[in-house]
């Protein structure tokens, strides 16, 4: 009936965490006592949940459940199809608060700003193009050497 009632009578003593079992407070308190019993065998990820460590898997397996019904783009977590979605919705709810660059995720925003407040300490030794990042280096070097770009 807790379920249906919505009332969630345990709470966490250490933040403000509440539920409705025992066991789903007993759960909880492993993330205070760094408790994370379940491991993965192929990369040694530790997990206190059953569900992450599955979640954590298709990683490795390369399982993909989730798939856009607008494109061809699949991953492995809903949330991840959630935040894509919103690319073709053309939701941007992330502003910088710099210059008119709007977003759809909090840390595509954090990247962007960096931008404006971070020195660009890489640059290009032929041209002196200067970036932040060396993926985003690597990817304008191939302006220099004919080489094909990656998406």
């Known amino acids: 009936m807790k379920i249906h009632t919505g009332e969630k009578s345990f709470s966490c003593n250490i933040c403000e965490f509440r ?35 599955q979640r954590h898997m298709k990683i490795h397996t390369g399982e993909k459940p989730f798939s856009c019904h607008i494109c061809e783009f699949r991953c492995n977590t809903k949330s991840n199809l959630q935040r894509h979605m919103k690319i073709h ?17 909090k840390g595509n925003l954090r ?4 931008i404006h407040t971070e020195e660009k300490h890489l640059s290009c ?25 990656s998406s």
């Open 19 to 53: 539920c409705n079992t025992k066991s789903n407070l007993h759960s909880h308190m492993k993330i205070h006592a760094g408790e994370k019993p379940l491991s993965c065998n192929i990369c040694g990820g530790k997990y206190f949940r059953k569900d992450n460590l």
């Open 89 to 105: 919705a053309e939701e941007k709810p992330f502003s910088c608060h710099i210059c008119e660059y709007r977003c759809t995720t």
């Open 111 to 114: 990247t962007h700003v960096k």
């Open 125 to 149: 030794n032929i041209c002196g193009g200067r970036y932040l990042k060396k993926y985003n280096l690597q990817r304008h070097m191939k302006i220099h050497t004919g080489a094909k770009p």
